[in-house]
């Protein structure tokens, strides 16, 4: 027993030193009058890398309630199944993520991508009256393909 406490109090004590060793990048930084932080500019976002690899199996389905109808019924439903996914070797590369608006209040997402190379797919696509049944309608691929400069606005309507 005696142990744990000598254990938990040495945990308690390491806690605050932690937090404080952080504190030593701030140390260098100067102070910016007024002046200096009025004529500061930059860019607001988030810019992401990613190498993504996907484990084959299980599937995506997206299910229609009401088919090509307004009215739910269970002789309309319709399945769209993406089934096993793969991918190998996707890179994407310094891709920016910024909000924007205009002053007519409308607003959107800017997603930048300066290079992307894809090697992806899909093994079966299947559509049916029910998830995941019925024969594939075929494969889709993607393999070696390299994108630079691709800019997506996303806006709601």
Known sequence: MKKLLVLAAAILLLVPASAMAGMTAFTNMDELSSSEMASTTGQAGITLRASLTIVTGGY?????????????NATNQGW???KSIWSTGTNLTDVTIDVCSNTAGDQWIVVGIPTMTLNQG?????VGSTRDSDDSMGELQIVDLSLAAVTIHVRGH
């Open 60 to 72: 995506i389905a997206w299910g229609d309630d009401d088919g090509c109808t307004t009215t739910v």
């Open 122 to 126: 899909i093994r079966a696509i299947k």
């Open 80 to 82: 769209l199944t993406l």
